[in-house]
């Protein structure tokens, strides 16, 4: 009989919930795969395979695939980002709990990932900002983007394809994002940039870099804006 499943932490079951159930997908950074495991097991992807650039982290996705029983839909394996695999192998490509520039590192190194056939699910736990301006400018569309909650933090998750076409943002995109404020995790992700940016630009006050540091006022108070408009509105569920 299969051993119970896991309760998937929030961050990576917003990921999971992104897949496509008919395609093959890659955890580029699985660690300990619980992710793939997780939707192999839901039923939320045909196939899996668990990629991770250092053996140790694979060793335990190993013995947690043999715990859990997904080993006739896993496969792991040992790659450098994207590096060791080849266009057929996955359509729905997650990069998740690295940090955005090096999220778009990986995506640089693999430019059959520019297909329509091909999903991206990114979770940067840093510097999203350059992650977004990446995508941005090599013509990859966010479908959609959505603050989830987990462990105290506030993380974005981002549905990407590629579009070839220029995609045109404004002053708050690299900050905000698609994330809008018509959730209680929505309104949170913009309360958290905005006191970031503030943070950022008391110090450039104090460092008498006077125009640096009114230009992220003004973008924060945009922000806080966006965020306080839809507090007056009925707030939608995730
Ligand atoms: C913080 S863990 C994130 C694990 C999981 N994806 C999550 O979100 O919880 C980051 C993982 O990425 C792996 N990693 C770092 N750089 C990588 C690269 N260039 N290619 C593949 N894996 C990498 C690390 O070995 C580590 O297991």
């Given at each position: 009989m299969d051993r119970p499943l896991f309760q998937l932490a929030p961050r990576l079951r917003c990921c999971a919930l992104m897949l496509r159930p008919d395609r093959r997908m890659a955890d580029i950074g699985t660690d300990h795969a619980y992710l793939p495991?997780?939707?192999?097991?839901q039923g939320m992807t045909s196939y899996a395979i668990?990629?991770?650039?250092?053996?140790?982290?694979?060793?335990?996705?190993?013995?947690?695939?043999?715990r859990y029983r997904t080993s006739e839909k896993m496969e792991i394996r040992l790659s450098d980002g994207l590096q060791a695999f080849s266009p057929d192998d996955a359509?729905?490509?997650?990069?998740?709990?690295?940090?955005?520039?090096l999220i778009a590192k990986i995506l640089a190194g693999a430019p059959w990932l520019k297909s329509p056939e091909k999903r991206l699910i990114l979770q940067p736990m840093t510097r999203a900002g350059e992650l977004r301006n990446f995508l941005a400018q090599e013509g990859y569309l966010v479908i959609k983007e959505t603050?989830?909650?987990?462990?105290g933090r506030i993380y974005a998750v981002m549905l990407v394809c590629y579009d070839?076409?220029?995609?045109?943002t404004d002053k708050l995109y690299p900050y905000i994002g698609k994330v809008t404020a018509e959730t209680p995790q929505g309104r949170r992700y913009l309360q958290?940039?905005?006191?970031?940016?503030?943070?950022?630009?008391?110090?450039?006050?104090?460092?008498?870099?006077?125009?640096e540091a009114l230009k992220l006022f003004s973008i924060a108070e945009e922000i806080q804006h966006?965020?306080?408009?839809?507090?007056?509105?009925?707030?939608?569920?995730?």
């Open positions: 495991i997780w939707a192999i097991r668990a990629s991770d650039i250092n053996s140790g982290p694979l060793d335990a996705a190993r013995r947690n695939v043999l359509d729905d490509i997650v990069v998740a709990g690295m940090g955005g520039e603050a989830v909650e987990d462990g070839g076409a220029p995609v045109s958290s940039c905005c006191a970031m940016l503030q943070k950022r630009a008391e110090g450039m006050h104090l460092e008498g870099q006077e125009p966006l965020a306080a408009v839809q507090e007056d509105t009925p707030l939608k569920s995730v």
